[in-house]
């Protein structure tokens, strides 16, 4: 987002870049979630690389997308809890991927596999639970 240099703060706590008002709560829940998301897809693409780069355009990415299709920072949370969830069941398996594909011996190969099983299917569970509070708290929003 490009801050236009005509950008004035309302009297409703809202902002207006390019012509779009900007709620602070909601700019604010947006960050505070692609932060998490940022440090899942940074475990995720440690081991095969290039974590750095992912992990940035997930902040943007994730930022963006919460800011500018949810209503209210309860939704935007709760959509948010999504994005989390799905990344707890796939980062452990990304990086269980790189440590299997980079392993010398076939010990270490098989060990990467049974940790992208094991960790896998914790992330599976969390995911779930996270999944869970997400939706609820937009039923929440909703009712």
Do not use: C, H
């Amino acid at each position: 987002m490009v801050v236009d240099s005509a950008t004035t703060e309302n009297t409703d706590n809202s902002w207006e870049i390019e012509g779009e008002e900007v709620d602070p709560k909601v700019l604010g829940a947006s960050i505070f979630i692609s932060i998490f998301v940022a440090l899942l897809v940074g475990l995720g693409f440690s081991e095969l690389g290039g974590a750095a780069f992912f992990m940035m355009v997930s902040l943007v990415g994730v930022t963006i997308y919460l800011n500018r299709r949810t209503t209210n920072w309860k939704r935007t949370i709760g959509t948010g809890l999504y994005i989390v969830a799905a990344w707890l069941i796939l980062a452990p398996i990304m990086f269980y991927i790189g440590v299997a594909g980079q392993s010398g011996n076939q010990f270490a190969a098989v060990g990467a596999v049974l940790g992208m099983v094991i960790y896998g299917f914790i992330g599976l569970l969390l995911a779930i639970v996270v999944g869970g509070l997400g939706y609820f708290i937009n039923k929440r929003v909703d009712a």
